[in-house]
């Protein structure tokens, strides 16, 4: 399985800056599973799990409802300081669910499959 997890200072969705995590699990040739840890515009230190779908060097994230749309899922949203230790930490806490997420993340696509 080919994992790439980066931490870093900068700035995340506009003005939002401080630490943040990122792991990019390759799921397919066409597909990515990304784990970000960030603080979220409510203060909280999110990590969130969604799926990517690659193209022509680009990827896209279709938003749904009821089992539409590209898998998305909130892991864990707490009340820590964005600090570079935390950060860390929570994201490590994610990544020790990555087995039981990745299945998720496949079921998602095969019920979307099933379902056409």
Sequence with gaps: MNIETAIFKGVNRGD???WQAKTIVKMTDTRDLEITTWKGFNGTL???AA?????NGGKTHAFGFGGNGDFSKRLIASKERCTEANVREQHNRALSQLESLLAEA???YE???DAA
């Design 16 to 18: 939002v800056k401080g």
């Design 46 to 48: 999110d990590t969130r």
């Design 51 to 55: 799926v990517f779908n690659l193209y």
């Design 106 to 108: 496949f079921n998602h």
């Design 111 to 113: 019920f979307k499959k």
